[in-house]
């Protein structure tokens, strides 16, 4: 497999045949007289990854608006999901490569040795404070965060904050606490590693569960997902040329705009159920034409690895 993964381009007059045959034959939620419009205002290069080796990695692994079985949103008939490609835009993600791509290692080592490797602390002071959370090993924030404030190395201090930030905010599992599988994937981010698609995995594996039991929290990183949902429900009058700089970051400018915090959950609701068609962004203003990751083979669902399981993803949704 090629050192790139996004490693075979199209043309769009194939994809787009392909999409609209494939999804008329799934009896999909293309309205009776559909014409697209894709010509009038985009230009696509689309890309197919190679099947056999994510299916070698997917055998290393343990399956009132959003629909667990496509994975997407579905608002009054407009169905709209987070992509690979939106994430990897709003944190301002280089394009993934396959040897980039995060996967669980054969060989794992410890928790323990873990936590050495990244905080450089005694043996007997990291293990002094490992705690069991249910199925799973973790680490209190109030011990990193006295860590930060006290750690000799300012290196260290960095890395201890950027961890405690990926268990709590990316990756939340058990409240106020960091767990061990956050390490794994925070030990390989030096290594050129992307999370993008491991947090979009974990978002629609979140969005599933909760979906299915009807109750408890959105485990996920529900910051990111709410920045997606403010670019595509609430339109901008006009585009800010700062989106063709190198520097401009989306997620600076959404954080910039003041929101009401007053507004309850009701009229929250109230407003999602009434969304029309022409309410809905199907595409970031921001994000400019590139390619696109669309099937795994001759499959249009292909698996996207997080980092307590993976699950099916199926971007055909999103070129529409």
């Known amino acids: 497999m090629e050192k790139r993964f996004l490693d075979k381009v199209e043309d769009n007059a194939t994809v787009q045949t ?10 999909d939620s293309l309205a009776e007289g559909y014409v697209s419009e894709s010509w009038d205002f985009t230009r696509i290069s689309v890309t197919q990854n190679s099947l056999q080796e994510l299916k070698e990695i997917w055998d290393q692994w343990d399956d009132k608006f959003w629909n667990p079985t496509y994975s997407c949103f579905t608002f009054r008939g407009v169905d709209l999901m987070p992509t690979v490609e939106e994430y990897m835009a709003l944190l301002r993600c280089s394009k993934i490569q396959v040897d980039k791509a995060y996967s669980r290692a054969v060989n794992v080592p410890t928790f323990l040795k873990k936590l050495l490797n990244i905080i450089r602390m005694s043996e007997q002071w990291v293990a002094a404070r490992i705690k069991q959370k249910g199925d799973g090993k973790c680490i209190p924030w109030k011990n990193l965060k006295d860590l930060i404030l006290s750690h000799p190395d300012t290196k260290k201090k960095v890395d201890v904050f950027a961890l405690s930030v990926y268990g709590l905010v990316v990756f939340p599992k058990a409240l106020g606490h960091i767990d061990e599988a956050v390490t794994d994937l925070f030990d390989r981010l030096n290594k050129g590693v992307t999370p993008v698609p491991t947090i979009l995995a974990e978002t629609f594996r979140s969005l599933n569960e909760y979906r299915k039991v009807g109750d408890g929290r959105f485990i996920g990183c529900a910051q990111l997902l709410l920045a997606w949902f403010h670019i595509h429900f609430w339109k901008v009058d006009k585009v800010s040329y700062w989106v063709f700089f190198e520097n401009y970051s989306p997620l600076k400018e959404i954080v910039a705009i003041q929101r009401q915090e007053d507004i309850i959950e009701e009229k929250y609701m109230a407003m999602l159920q009434n969304l029309q068609e022409e309410d809905i962004e199907w595409r970031a203003h921001w994000m400019l034409p590139d390619e696109t990751l669309y099937r795994c083979g001759y499959f249009d669902w292909f698996p996207l ?14 070129l529409r």
């Open 305 to 318: 690895l997080g980092i307590w399981r993976a699950i099916g993803y199926a971007p055909l949704l999103a």
């Open 18 to 27: 392909w999409s609209e045959t494939t999804q008329q034959k799934k009896c």
